[in-house]
């Protein structure tokens, strides 16, 4: 295990050039600068809120300065919750986890005759101000004269439904459990205001920022879009996030400078951008905004014509930490094949993936594949038998326990049955679709809260590849490295993927500075050896960027040429990068 101070930045920051009249900290100077907008003439304004958003918090801020004549909560115009778990039921299921991708937009939320009303008693006040905010604000005024968009990054909407503060959108289930709330908002929130959010990115006046509810901050809306170009213009990193989990481990808490008082931390999600954000630093003022959004309004500069156009605005590449030192066994679980994850849940593609050994103790290890002539039907028997609670379930008489050390990297195309064990920390390299697992057993353990955590047996016999045994596993998965180039001072590897999935991955050592080329298509990388390294631009397109041990970054496709070099002198240093074959 490693024994290093930690380097590792929590809390990367996107330095943006601002103007002095550009940027608001805090509700008093918020809630002044759009009240400006109404004494400059303007007498519809709209608050856009992603679900998830305290749209009382902002009222009761904005209140006392705007005095509009007239204000409409767009939660008064929804359907009863009765109503709409009637139309959503197919699509949301009773399954506790998964759901079916959908196409339900705002207006499906919406009741025809409170639509009508409000929009009447809009029209009644033309001459007055009107404030209209929450989700769905294009539903009673189209063409707003100020248009403020207030967003939230998905991590902070996941806490706070913990906490209890927010149920979804148009549901009065505030007391519903954390994971019946996310699986609602993954499923059909998030997607309704996302198909909103696209089309609004563009054109709205201010981006409001209320992360921190107690210093919101206001940028315009030009400086919000500058600021989206300049972060497609270089390398960059998202801010992560951490998770503790029933297996997790107490490697982060160290490397990553971490809550000593936590019990573990079994995540580090450092490149999801559908759940991460990007933190501006505008000089005084830093304002917080999803990932998403840069996803959103410039995919082919950020993805490439080719990964854009097969995957649309949705970023393919995941990267993430899985801390089991000292903590116990992922659960031993399989990924749906392409056609399965199409045809029962309506995703284009599957979370094909790899665990690559950012460290591991002497025992470390990896359950990959099936034993060589192993009965299937005995161990759909024997897993069934365990999930009633009859008996524990013996792993390791049916699936293949490797051997695992740092650097090892194991490829593992959907269908194939795997989990990491105990002492081990992968970096998990995979495709998006990361909430398509099925577990098939959990070691007899509880989750956090003290419940089983879902099995899905069903889905998992379905899907598990009964062919990759233990020496296709030790043919085709393990360590498949090949050096595509070498010298004194850098040696390039191919390390992954299988040929089923569509990641690429290139491990480089370097000594002295290495030359990359995005060849018009993104970059993910992690520094897995050495303290820090410096990604430079060879036409000085980028200021030097610093990347430390274990962080993730992100090149964009339109940066091209690149470098990496060690910080030091005679320090040796490695990444493992990821990009789509095309």
Same mark, same amino acid.
């Given at each position: &295990? ?18 002095? *009249? ?72 009773? *399954? ?16 025809? #005759? ?25 539903? =009673?005024?189209?063409? %707003? ?32 459990? @954390? ?25 709205? *006046?201010?981006?409001? /920022? ?17 600021? =989206? ?14 998770? %503790? ?6 490697? &982060? ?16 999600? /450092? ?16 304002? +917080? ?24 605005? +949705? ?7 899985? /801390? ?12 749906? #094949?392409?056609?399965? !994850?199409?045809?029962?849940?309506? &995703? ?11 460290? @591991? ?6 359950? #990959? ?65 990361? !909430? ?51 010298? /004194? ?81 005679? &320090? ?11």
């Amino acid at each position: &295990m490693n024994q290093r101070a930690s380097n590792y930045d929590k809390h990367p920051v996107i330095a943006v050039d601002a103007s002095p *009249d550009s940027a608001w900290s805090g509700w008093k100077a918020v809630a002044e600068r759009i009240a400006s907008g109404l004494s400059r003439g303007a007498t519809r304004i709209a608050i856009e809120c992603y679900p998830g958003v305290s749209e009382g918090e902002i009222l009761l801020a904005l209140e006392s300065v705007l005095r509009p004549a007239f204000v409409v909560q767009t939660s008064t115009i929804w359907k009863g919750p009765a109503e709409l778990n009637r139309l959503i039921a197919h699509d949301l299921t009773d *399954d506790p986890v998964f759901g079916r991708m959908n196409g339900f937009t705002i207006d499906d939320f919406a009741d025809p #005759l409170l639509l009508a009303a409000r929009r009447a008693e809009v029209q009644q006040h033309r001459d007055s101000p009107v404030v209209v905010i929450g989700t769905g604000t294009t539903l =009673l005024l189209p063409e %707003p004269q100020v248009l403020i968009y207030a967003d939230l990054p998905r991590w902070e909407i996941q806490k706070r439904q913990r906490s209890g503060q927010i149920g979804n959108l148009a549901a009065e289930n505030q007391q519903d459990s @954390a994971s019946a709330k996310y699986k609602r908002a993954y499923f059909l929130d998030w997607r309704v205001a996302d198909r909103i959010k696209r089309g609004q990115l563009g054109r709205l *006046d201010y981006l409001l /920022d209320t992360t921190n509810p107690d210093s919101p901050t206001l940028i315009t809306g030009d400086l919000f879009r500058a600021a =989206l170009r300049h972060a497609v213009s270089r390398p960059f990193r998202v801010v992560p996030f951490f998770d %503790p989990g029933p297996w997790g481990g107490q490697w &982060m808490r160290d490397i990553c400078g971490l809550d000593r008082n936590a019990p573990n931390f079994a995540w580090c999600f /450092d490149c999801v951008p559908e759940e991460n954000s990007l933190l501006f630093d505008f000089g005084d003022i830093r304002a +917080e905004v999803p990932a998403l959004d840069l996803v959103f309004r410039h995919p082919r500069e950020l993805l490439g014509d080719a990964v854009h156009g097969r995957f649309g605005t +949705e970023f393919p590449i995941r990267f993430d930490l899985l /801390d089991t030192m000292q903590g116990g066994n992922l659960s031993l679980q399989v990924h749906p #094949l392409t056609e399965y !994850i199409q045809d029962k849940f309506g &995703m284009n593609y599957t979370q094909d993936e790899s665990y690559y050994l950012l460290d @591991a103790a002497p025992d470390a290890s990896v359950y #990959l594949g099936l034993r060589t002539g192993i009965d299937r039907c005995q161990m759909a028997r024997e897993l069934t038998r365990a999930q009633s609670g009859e008996c524990a379930f013996d792993a390791e008489k049916f699936v293949n326990r490797w051997p695992a050390k740092k650097h090892d990297h194991f490829l593992i195309p959907a269908g194939t049955i795997h989990c990491s064990g105990a002492n081990g920390v992968v970096l998990e390299i995979s495709a998006t679709p990361y !909430i398509f697992t099925f577990k098939l057993w959990d070691w007899g353990r509880l989750g956090l809260d003290n419940r089983p955590r879902p099995i899905h047996l069903q889905h998992g016999l379905a899907n598990i590849q009964w062919d990759r045994d233990t020496e296709w596993v030790k043919a085709s998965l393990i360590n498949k490295i090949q050096v595509l180039n070498r010298n /004194d001072q850098m040696t390039e590897e191919r390390t992954g993927l299988h040929p089923r999935e569509f990641i690429e991955t290139r491990r480089h050592w370097f000594s002295a500075p290495v030359s990359h080329d995005t060849e018009d298509g993104v970059h993910v990388l992690n520094l897995v050896e050495g303290d820090s390294a410096i990604i430079e631009s060879p036409d000085n397109c980028f200021s030097p960027f610093e990347v430390h041990y274990a962080e993730t970054f992100i090149v964009p496709a339109g940066v091209g040429r690149y470098s990496a070099r060690p910080t030091s002198q005679g &320090m040796r240093c490695a990444t493992i990068r990821a990009s789509v074959r095309t």
